[in-house]
């Protein structure tokens, strides 16, 4: 006879058993539920050039660049009413004072992915916010040498795959359900100075993605691989070889064109019915010395169109004959239909860093609106061009300073194309419009562009500048000085190159934007606050604030017949802005109200030792100030590596200063005064506080102190 005891003990087991069974098959079938998700297909170029609806494909919405939603179930008259959704955690990452968390997510199905400054992908879950796989790079800082900061711009999917390029130039391709990698190529050699600072696009079963690296001295080139393989298809380089037209716009009997700069920062633009790829390129190497380098200097500083099958040049046009000024072209540009003179032609335009739109034909490359050379001031140091592009329409910005910083004796009256030699010169713009992509209202044929109004001056050109390169590829030295910068937000109708509306922001313009039939732009803003502007005049009718920095575009999209917002927090270090690794989900019925104003300052907010660092988890506010850490003996090797991927561009690899004229590091300075300085910031320098722990900041302030010391 079986006891009870006897009895009870198997039916528990039998319990168990059928429990761990359940539990099994449930979570198997939660494998099975992701990885039967619905494969990224292999895009055709009509999927990939019409407006973004249910899904946001591509980096720019679509082929156009564009960043136009047709959806128009949020607008004016409701958008009062969004709030979040969730606030999804990217694990942590993007957190480093380097990264700049520019990406605008990609979104298809119920899954979306993201990039972050540090190049780690992930996928996340539309419904939950989850994550549901993470890539980490893991980019050597010792390897990887971007010219400023770390930028993260995104992804690219097709074919069941993601695509990331990298800072170390590697180009990767991630299973979609997985993040398993399928494929890694090597793509150039980030010792010479190449990144991937794009998001690569997926057009005709290629990856193409262009290369970085004009401030160290590389040879600009852009790129198309198999998608499937990684087999390289095609080669387009942006400075000619010898006997390949415009080789001839660079100094005979030299090898400065092998270094010459016509780096590439955006993602392209295609028009399937012409079979053209378009894109704008930086600045000539050296960037500031024009000595060595007599010529216009082609292709840098253009706007050009290849062949998407075969990377065969077709057109170009140069905005800037032999740049001086780092007048460099990265924000990406737009392709268009309007009406131009009772007939409608096919546009192309780009808004730069001179501070005007350069509007032109893209099936010719020849201006729409009339763009004439006008002659400028000469320096024969510096072999200037006699002539410049002038756009005949509205700049964004002043081009002319009306009285001079101090210290500094105006010379042209500060206007743009300035020169400089031994004699230091200061001049308007600097870096009108960068990199954060502007918008375009095909309805109102408006586009929406980000930019800043400040002046920035250099001493140099020096004639015995060596042609090979070195940490930095730049033959003369920026001039620093405390002056008033502000952000600028400008609507411009492209069949008149003229501005509709414009309006200043107390701080600089450091986001992309998104517009939407619904008469909204969704803008971000350095303080952490997402914002809506009425497209018609830049009313401001919706504002919420996350816990970073809102400096990458937005993504519009549809699921199930709702409208949905959808950007990245995650700030970056050229605004200034507080890091975070929050993505941020908005609806009209969403439930999450804004956080407190505040939550997203980029001020000294010091963690004690062992906390987690800032905006890692929590939703809530912001992280309180806490007393400075007591002083330990700082890490010499972490301390230089922060250094070097933080600082070095402005102080230079010595500590007596760099192309970008950060001040001399001298033996007077103290730990407590260099912590201070990295934490709250200076004058034009960012504040690092938010992203650096205490221990960190002792960190960096002994390395400093170590290269002081030798001064």
């Not at 494998?31 to 619905?38: D, E, I, L, V």
């Not at 001031?377 to 910005?397: K, N, R, Y």
């Not at 200076?682 to 400093?704: E, I, K, T």
Request: aromatic share 10%; glycine share 10%; net charge neutral.
């Amino acid at each position: 006879m079986v006891d009870v005891s006897t009895r009870a003990r198997a039916l528990a087991v039998n319990l168990l058993a059928v429990s761990l069974l359940a539990w099994s098959l449930a979570a198997a079938a939660r494998a099975h539920a992701r990885t039967a998700a619905p494969a990224i297909p292999a895009f055709s170029a009509a999927q990939l050039a019409a407006y973004p609806r249910a899904d946001w494909i591509t980096n720019g919405g679509s082929l156009s660049n564009q960043r136009y939603s047709p959806l128009a179930s949020i607008n004016r008259g409701n958008v009062a009413q969004l709030k979040a959704r969730w606030r999804a955690s990217l694990n942590g990452s993007g957190l480093s004072p380097r990264s700049g968390n520019q990406a605008q997510p990609i979104v298809y199905g119920d899954a979306i992915y993201i990039a972050t400054g540090e190049g780690d992908v992930f996928a996340v879950d539309f419904a939950t916010g989850k994550v549901l796989w993470e890539f980490k790079a893991d980019v050597d800082p010792k390897v990887a040498r971007p010219c400023c900061a770390w930028p993260g711009r995104g992804v690219a999917i097709g074919a069941g795959k993601v695509y990331v390029g990298e800072l170390d130039a590697r180009l990767i391709a991630l299973d979609q359900h997985s993040g398993k990698v399928v494929w890694s190529i090597q793509a150039e050699d980030p010792k010479l100075g190449y990144v991937i600072a794009n998001a690569p696009l997926y057009y005709d079963g290629m990856v193409i993605t262009g290369f970085a690296g004009s401030d160290m001295g590389t040879r600009g080139r852009i790129k198309a691989y198999d998608a499937r393989s990684g087999k390289l298809r095609w080669t387009f380089y942006t400075v000619p070889g010898p006997g390949a037209l415009g080789h001839d716009t660079w100094p005979a009997n030299s090898d400065v064109w092998k270094h010459g700069g016509a780096a590439i920062w955006q993602t392209p633009a295609v028009d399937p019915q012409l079979g053209l790829l378009y894109f704008s390129t930086a600045n000539p190497g050296p960037v500031l010395n024009g000595n060595i380098r007599q010529g216009d200097n082609l292709f840098s500083v253009s706007m050009l169109a290849i062949e998407a099958k075969t990377g065969k040049y077709r057109w170009h046009f140069q905005q800037v004959h032999h740049d001086l000024w780092d007048y460099d072209s990265p924000n990406p540009v737009i392709l268009f239909d309007a009406p131009y003179g009772g007939q409608l032609r096919k546009g192309i335009a780009e808004a730069a860093k001179t501070g005007w739109v350069y509007i032109l034909d893209r099936i010719t490359g020849k201006p729409l609106i009339g763009i004439e050379e006008h002659p400028v001031m000469q320096e024969p140091l510096q072999h200037t061009s006699a002539t410049q592009p002038f756009p005949i329409g509205d700049a964004l910005v002043p081009q002319s300073i009306d009285m001079a910083p101090e210290g500094f004796e105006l010379i042209n009256e500060g206007r743009i194309f300035t020169p400089f030699t031994q004699h230091p010169a200061v001049w308007k713009p600097l870096a009108a419009v960068n990199w954060p992509p502007s918008s375009y209202d095909p309805e109102r044929h408006t586009m929406y562009i980000c930019a800043t109004d400040s002046l920035w001056g250099a001493v140099g050109g020096d004639p015995k500048y060596p042609v090979e390169p070195g940490a930095l590829y730049s033959g003369s030295v920026v001039q620093r000085f405390a002056a008033p910068r502000r952000g600028v937000f400008a609507a411009l109708d492209v069949t008149t190159n003229r501005l509709v509306w414009r309006q200043q922001w107390v701080d600089s313009c450091y986001s992309g934007s998104v517009v939407t039939a619904g008469g909204l732009v969704f803008v971000g803003r350095n303080d952490g606050r997402l914002t809506a502007l009425d497209s018609s005049n830049g009313r401001k009718l919706w504002e919420f604030q996350t816990d970073g920095g809102v400096n990458a575009p937005p993504s519009v999209f549809e699921r199930n017949g709702k409208e949905y917002v959808l950007v990245l927090a995650g700030g970056t270090p050229l605004a200034g802005s507080k890091r975070s690794d929050g993505m941020w989900l908005f609806s009209l019925d969403g439930t999450l109200g804004s956080l407190p104003r505040g939550s997203a300052d980029p001020g000294p907010q010091r963690l004690p030792p062992g906390a987690p660092a800032a905006g890692a988890a929590k939703t809530q506010a912001g992280t309180t100030a806490a007393a400075p850490a007591p002083a330990r003996p700082a890490d010499l090797a972490q301390g230089e590596q922060i250094y070097t991927t933080s600082c070095v561009v402005c102080h230079g690899p010595t500590g007596q200063g760099g192309s970008h004229g950060g001040a001399k590091l001298t033996h007077v300075l103290t730990r407590e005064a260099i912590e201070n300085v990295v934490a709250r910031g200076r004058n034009d320098m960012p504040p690092f506080g938010s992203a650096l722990s205490p221990d960190q900041l002792q960190d960096v302030a002994g390395y400093v102190l170590q290269l002081a010391s030798r001064h």
